[in-house]
Nanobody, 128 residues
Framework: HVQLVESGGGSVQAGGSLRLSCAISGYTTGPLCVAWFRKVPGRDYEGVTVFDHTGTPTYADAVKGRFTISIDNAKTTLDLQMNSLKPEDSATYFC???????????????????????WGQGTQVTVS
């Protein structure tokens, strides 16, 4: 049973940086897809970035060149480095995981949050 716990959220001024972390427990071996989604009240989940089961990263256009996803070799910590933050990046950020091979591209994974079974509790990011 996979458990995810995010940390690292907070408040920052526009142009600043934050690093989010997601502690992954319960994963042992096999295919693993991990992603960061974000959500603003009243709106659907928005895919931010994902590693598919091959380890290939995909980024949403809104964050390309500013955000970087990374995961340690043991697959116990998923990070999201966020630079050049904008007010529109303000949201609750969630890490998500699924223990299956990606059925399609990373872009597809970013559009289908409900494909991911395991979710963290979220961490708030506020950019002013």
């Amino acid at each position: 049973h996979v458990q995810l716990v995010e940390s690292g959220g907070g408040s920052v001024q526009a142009g600043g940086s934050l690093r989010l972390s997601c502690a992954i427990s319960g994963y042992t071996t096999g295919p693993l897809c991990v992603a960061w989604f974000r959500k603003v009240p009243g709106r659907d989940y928005e895919g931010v970035t994902v590693f598919d089961h091959t380890g290939t990263p995909t980024y949403a256009d809104a964050v390309k060149g500013r955000f970087t996803i990374s995961i340690d070799n043991a697959k116990t910590t998923l990070d999201l480095q966020m630079n050049s933050l904008k007010p529109e990046d303000s949201a609750t950020y969630f890490c998500a995981a699924e223990l299956r091979r990606s059925p399609s591209t990373g872009s597809w994974l970013l559009r289908y949050d409900n494909w991911f079974v395991y979710w963290g509790q979220g961490t708030q990011v506020t950019v002013s």
